[in-house]
Antibody, heavy 118, light 107 residues
Framework: QVQLKESGPGLVQPSRTLSLTCTVS????????VSWVRQPPGKGLEWIAA???????DYNSALKSRLSISRDTSKSQVLLKMNSLQTEDTAMYFC????????????WGQGASVTVSS | DIQMTQSPASLSASLGETVTIECRAS??????LAWYQQKPGNSPQLLIY???SLADGVPSRFSGSGSGTQYSLKINSLQSEDVASYFC?????????FGGGTKLELK
């Protein structure tokens, strides 16, 4: 059974760095890619970044200077770091499995809520 | 970036009715389009990929069509469990971009 589960701090102070973890089961990170997508409260979806089965990465150019995506295949985890957080980064952050490199997201985690506030 | 314009933003329909949601891309995305359903408090679920391929486990009353810059999602015989928000997404170019969403309610 394919599962993804996001975890993170919940509350982050402005200007600090956000670290999120996506722990997957039911598939291998060396066979599938994983993307991160966020959704501000009551708003639409924004794709953030992806790491592919071979370890290569892609980033949303609007956020790239603040982002880092990596993985630990031994732990089946994908890590997302975003620095210089602002209140507009408050959102639900989802990780999702990608069927192939550059291809559709077919399974999603439940999401991790992140609030940026002092 | 490719802009995805989705319409309508909200929609009210009766049980058993057929509903159509439209999505227009700012440039040709060569059918690299997905549709997702998101129920309140839940994560998005894949319905359609490659513009017209039904994802595993999705009821056959859902269908997708289109090409080039114009795409649509059709729901036949609307059921109560279809009340949700629907989003289109292009994966032809980075950054992947989503439509603004359509909120579907029962009349």
């Amino acid at each position: 059974q394919v599962q993804l589960k996001e975890s993170g701090p919940g509350l982050v102070q402005p200007s600090r760095t956000l670290s999120l973890t996506c722990t997957v089961s039911g598939f291998s990170l060396t066979s599938y890619g994983v993307s991160w997508v966020r959704q501000p409260p009551g708003k639409g979806l924004e794709w953030i970044a992806a790491i592919w089965s071979g370890g290569s990465t892609d980033y949303n150019s609007a956020l790239k200077s603040r982002l880092s995506i990596s993985r630990d295949t031994s732990k089946s985890q994908v890590l997302l770091k975003m620095n210089s957080l602002q209140t507009e980064d408050t959102a639900m952050y989802f990780c999702a499995r990608c069927l192939g490199e550059g291809y559709v997201m077919d399974a999603w985690g439940q999401g991790a809520s992140v609030t940026v506030s002092s | 970036d490719i802009q995805m314009t989705q319409s309508p933003a909200s929609l009210s329909a009766s049980l058993g009715e057929t509903v159509t949601i439209e999505c227009r891309a700012s440039e040709d995305i060569y059918s690299n389009l997905a549709w997702y359903q998101q129920k309140p408090g839940n994560s998005p679920q894949l319905l359609i990929y490659d513009a017209n391929s039904l994802a595993d486990g999705v009821p056959s009353r859902f269908s997708g069509s289109g090409s080039g810059t114009q795409y649509s999602l059709k729901i036949n015989s609307l059921q109560s469990e279809d009340v949700a928000s629907y989003f289109c997404q292009q994966y032809n170019n980075y950054p992947w971009t989503f439509g603004g969403g359509t909120k579907l309610e029962l009349k």
